[in-house]
């Protein structure tokens, strides 16, 4: 336990790259791991990663297989939809819409999408298609 005036080791607020780096890695491969392999869902969560990044099945599962991070994964994504402003609300209790950070909100729209997934919505409505 730290005492008051002592600093911090590290200074979260002013130096998120590294820590924030190894948890989108992990958070990717989790994601991945977990929705991929539970039926259904596997191939639910491999149509939100296509919609999202625009890459091909194939240069997706390049990616998973490269254990790319999420500033690598979303950095190289053929064409991210345009579609995923549109997506709003809250998710671990930040609003999406309201991020600033671009690698964060992606991460966001990521999470959001992979929420209402997990909460039964349905894909039409995930991928805000009209209708």
């Known amino acids: 336990m730290s005492r008051p005036n002592e600093p911090l080791a590290r200074d979260r ?7 924030l780096h190894d948890q989108l890695r992990q958070r990717l491969s989790a994601l991945c791991r977990q929705g991929r392999t539970q039926g259904p869902h596997r191939a639910e969560v491999d149509q939100i990663l296509l919609w999202l990044t625009g890459f091909s099945a194939v240069e997706l599962e390049a990616q998973i297989a490269a254990k790319s991070d999420f500033a690598t994964f ?17 998710v671990c209790g930040v609003r999406v819409e309201a991020v ?19 909460k ?6 995930i991928l805000r298609r009209p209708g």
């Open 100 to 118: 600033e950070e671009p690698l964060m909100r992606e991460i966001r729209y990521l999470d959001k999408l992979i929420d209402e997934l997990a």
């Open 13 to 19: 607020a002013s130096d998120p790259a590294p820590h």
């Open 120 to 125: 039964g919505k349905a894909m039409d409505k």
């Open 74 to 90: 979303f950095a190289v994504a053929p064409m991210l939809n345009p579609a995923r402003s549109e997506i709003k609300g809250v």
